[in-house]
């Protein structure tokens, strides 16, 4: 494990050195991205793709260790609700605040505890409902 993070650390320092020695003729560009990327996650909502990533796909793509897959949740969603205004609406009040009644996914509820109510912002859960309709 030791060494693991050792060679982590010698890989990012070589990463950083190799950076700052080749971007120096376009400072002005990479100090813009770097601003950029700094302040995107403060002042806009993130990528749906990548806030699903980051907050869902740990649980629901676990290959149903902890949750189910988010696949098998969506089928379930689908048939209910086939258009898309519906299907967010029943995904978003769920995800906002999870309860037993709201659940629509039962063998889920048999196979795993609730679902923990995390604190998300709207915006964020309006665009992963969005992408988990149209992309997954
Ligand atoms: C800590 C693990 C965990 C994370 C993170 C998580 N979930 Fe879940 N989720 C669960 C579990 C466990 C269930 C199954 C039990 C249930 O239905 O509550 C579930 C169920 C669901 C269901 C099905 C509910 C139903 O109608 O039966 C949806 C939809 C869902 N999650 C969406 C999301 C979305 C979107 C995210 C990311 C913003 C997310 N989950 C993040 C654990 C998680």
Do not use: R
């Not at 806030?51 to 696949?71: N, R, T, V, W």
């Amino acid at each position: 494990m030791k060494t693991y993070i050792w060679i982590l650390a010698i890989a990012f320092l070589f990463i950083s050195f190799a950076f700052t020695s080749s971007g120096k003729e376009k400072e002005g560009s990479s100090k813009i991205s770097q601003v950029k990327d700094n302040v995107y996650p403060l002042i806009l909502t993130q990528d749906p793709g990548d806030f699903y990533k980051k907050q869902c796909a740990f649980c629901h793509e676990s290959e149903g260790l902890i949750a189910p897959d988010m696949k098998d949740i969506k089928k379930v969603y689908i048939e209910k609700f086939p258009n898309k205004p519906d299907f967010e609406k029943a995904m978003l009040e769920f995800v906002k605040h999870p309860t037993k009644e709201k659940a629509l996914y039962k063998k889920g509820l048999d196979q795993y505890t609730l679902m923990p109510k995390m604190p998300f912002k709207e915006e964020d859960l309006k665009g992963v409902v969005e992408y988990i309709y149209t992309k997954i």
